[in-house]
């Protein structure tokens, strides 16, 4: 995956998947988990989805280091 250096430094994934619209709790989970595993690591999310349980969920269930996730609000 191709990535982007920030102004501030940080390094981040040029592609993220998006959970807009996904509202059933197990879904979203499943498609996050699923997007991880295909190599995603930039998830863009908003309160506003009412779905951050799902994927914070699906981001905890995998072996991937936390550190290396970009949690886009």
């Known amino acids: 995956m191709q990535r982007v250096i920030l102004n501030n430094g940080v390094e ?3 592609l993220s998947f998006g959970v807009f619209q996904i509202q059933d709790e197990k879904e979203c ?3 996050v988990y ?3 595993m295909a190599g995603y690591r930039l ?3 908003a309160a506003s989805y009412l779905n951050e349980e799902s994927v914070g969920r699906a981001i905890r269930r995998n072996e991937i280091i936390r550190r290396e ?3 886009q609000l």
Do not use: L
Request: charged share 20%.
């Open 69 to 71: 996730f970009h949690v």
């Open 12 to 14: 981040m994934p040029i």
């Open 43 to 45: 998830i863009d999310t």
């Open 29 to 31: 989970k499943q498609a």
């Open 34 to 36: 699923d997007a991880i």
